[in-house]
Nanobody, 119 residues
Framework: QVQLVESGGGLVQAGDSLRLSCAAS????????MGWFRQAPGKERELVAT????????YYADSVKGRFTISRDNAKNTVSLQMNSLKPEDTAVYYC????????????WGQGTQVTVSS
């Protein structure tokens, strides 16, 4: 069981930056693939970025590529999402999630943190 707690959301203006953080409860954090998802009102949840385990490789959705950066600190059991050049369409609840390597589905989810970008 992994408990995930996000922080860092808020209300910003277009063009601003925010950094989201996710703290994991489990000492075997490094064994999990981590991802950030988001869900805007009336829309389906979408994958924003992922980061692999110990030798990090990353994936970004086209909509955030070049603006967002995902990173992890296995010593501190944290994963972060640096969001730059924010746009109003980035407004959503952002979720941190974890999955075991070899399993397609993300099994563990945080409670979400709201990001609102005003124009």
């Amino acid at each position: 069981q992994v408990q995930l707690v996000e922080s860092g959301g808020g209300l910003v203006q277009a063009g601003d930056s925010l950094r989201l953080s996710c703290a994991a409860s489990r000492r075997t954090f490094s064994s999990y693939v981590m991802g950030w998802f988001r869900q805007a009102p009336g829309k389906e949840r979408e994958l924003v970025a992922t980061i692999s385990r110990n030798v990090p490789t990353t994936y970004y959705a086209d909509s955030v590529k070049g603006r967002f950066t995902i990173s992890r600190d296995n010593a501190k059991n944290t994963v972060s999402l640096q969001m730059n050049s924010l746009k109003p369409e980035d407004t959503a609840v952002y979720y941190c999630a974890a999955r075991v390597i070899g399993v397609a589905e993300y099994e563990y989810w945080g409670q979400g943190t709201q990001v609102t970008v005003s124009s």
